[in-house]
Each structure stands twice: as C-alpha cells, then as structure tokens.
C-alpha cells in the first residue's frame, strides 16, 4: 500500500511540475511534508540541498530519496518511475501537438502565458528555503532573537561575491558549505 501512495504521490508531482526541477520543489514539499508528513520541513530543506548538489534532476533526485527513506530500494524505484512516467507521456504528446501545429498563434500565446507561472513556482520555492535559514522552523518573524545571523551573513557574503566578482557558482557553494560546516561545529 505505500508503495501506491509513494508512486501517486510522485506521478502527480511528475505529472504537474511544468517547468523544471525548481518549480518541482513546492509540489514536493506538499506532498512530502504537508500532505503525508514523510518528512519534517527541515529534513525537506536538507533532501532540496542534496537533490541540488548530486547530478541529474533535482525532482527524480528528491523522488530517489524520498523513496528510499520510506521503502527502502523498491520505494526508490516506485517513485522514480512515478515522478518520470507522466513526463515521458506528456513529452511525447507535446511533440506530436507542436510539431503539428507550430504555425499556431494560440499555442504561441499559451506557451508565454506559461512563463510567469514559472517564475513565481521557483520564487516561492526560494522564498519558502529562503525563510527556514533565515528564521527556521518559526517561519517569517520580526522577533530579532529568532534570526540565525549566520545565515545572513553568509548569504550576504555568498550574494556580494557572486554578483561582484563573478566566480562560478559552484565554489561559491563548496565555500560557503565548508565555511558554514565549520562555524557551525564551532558554535
């Protein structure tokens, strides 16, 4: 019976998440966190960063994980193949249809209503991980006490020299990981 509620769960998150990995991340964490408390928003927000930081797409990834912390290898499996299998349909059909019907204005006008879907999708997902480093489990709080200054900190930093000086991002992540590892065994 899990393994049905681990392979639904994921087909829909396949079967919605238009637009990419990121715009993945709320379907996720709604029917990680919210709808079948498999994990704790923390936990989530640790599964995003190693979903983030292993190869290949962050919502098969987090699919993977998730599966695995709840069934083990065949709940691996089963949401894998739940979280690629509406894609692969979806995809096929699109092509057709495109393919097809390209000359359309309508489709051109479907497809940039789209866009800023897209784009408020990943800015909710950065605000919502946003906030747990900021202010942790508490959410959004004016209550100075509850804002973890380290986290500013590094953010500020991380966004001063990634806009400054233009290094590759990646070193900026490796940085900051290592950097915050530290201070945080320290404290």
């Given at each position: ?29 709604n029917q990680v966190v919210t ?5 704790t928003l923390s936990e989530f ?143």
């Amino acid at each position: 019976m899990i393994l049905l509620k681990i392979f639904w769960s994921f087909f829909q998150i396949g079967l919605f998440s238009i637009g990419g990995g990121m715009a993945a991340i709320p379907l996720i964490q709604n029917q990680v966190v919210t709808i079948h408390n498999w994990l704790t928003l923390s936990e989530f927000t640790d599964l995003i960063t190693i979903a983030e930081m292993t190869p290949g797409p962050i919502a098969i990834n987090s699919a993977t994980f998730v599966g695995i912390r709840i069934a083990g290898i065949p709940g691996a499996i089963v949401a894998t193949i739940g979280c690629i299998f509406p894609s692969c349909i979806i995809v096929s059909l699109l092509a057709w249809i495109y393919f097809k019907y390209k000359q359309l204005t309508v489709l051109q006008g479907i497809l940039s209503g789209l866009r800023p879907t897209i784009v408020a999708l990943i800015a909710s997902a950065g605000l919502t991980i946003f906030s747990l480093a900021i202010w942790g489990d508490n959410g959004f709080s004016l209550d100075f006490q509850l804002i973890n200054y380290v986290s500013v900190i590094m953010f500020g930093l991380a966004l001063f020299i990634l806009r400054k000086l233009k290094p590759n991002p990646i070193y900026v992540m490796l940085g900051s990981g290592i950097i915050g590892g530290v201070i945080y065994m320290i404290l």
